[in-house]
């Protein structure tokens, strides 16, 4: 069992910077993927990011390349979610996720999930 929480939310203006956190509990945490999904009022739930367990690979959704950046610390069972270059259209409530595989992140079928968190860019 995985329990996730996020931080790290809040009102920025368009074209500023957060950096979400989202802290793992569990024995086994660390050898999960990490992934970050959102869901912007009246739309589906999206990927965002996904990082292996190891942190040597990485992936993103087109729409946040080059923008955001995902990375994860081990030893403090915490993974970041570094956003530059805010949108508008990046408000949303952000989700961690951990999955057996960055695949299975991918596909938005990891088994445990945080509460979210809540992003508004304004713009």
């Not at 329990?3 to 956190?21: K, T």
């Not at 739930?45 to 996904?50: D, I």
């Not at 995902?70 to 993974?79: E, G, L, Q």
């Amino acid at each position: 069992q995985v329990q996730l929480v996020e931080s790290g939310g809040g009102l920025v203006q368009a074209g500023g910077s957060l950096r979400l956190s989202c802290a793992a509990s569990g024995r086994t945490s660390s050898s999960y993927a990490m992934g970050w999904f959102r869901q912007a009022p009246g739309k589906e739930r999206e990927f965002v990011a996904v990082i292996n367990w190891s942190g040597g690979s990485t992936y993103y959704a087109d729409s946040v390349k080059g923008r955001f950046t995902i990375s994860r610390d081990n030893a403090k069972n915490t993974v970041y979610l570094q956003m530059n270059s805010l949108k508008p259209e990046d408000t949303a409530v952000y989700y961690c996720a951990a999955g057996i595989t960055d695949r299975q992140v991918v596909r938005g079928t990891p088994p445990y999930w945080g509460q979210g968190t809540q992003v508004t860019v304004s713009s």
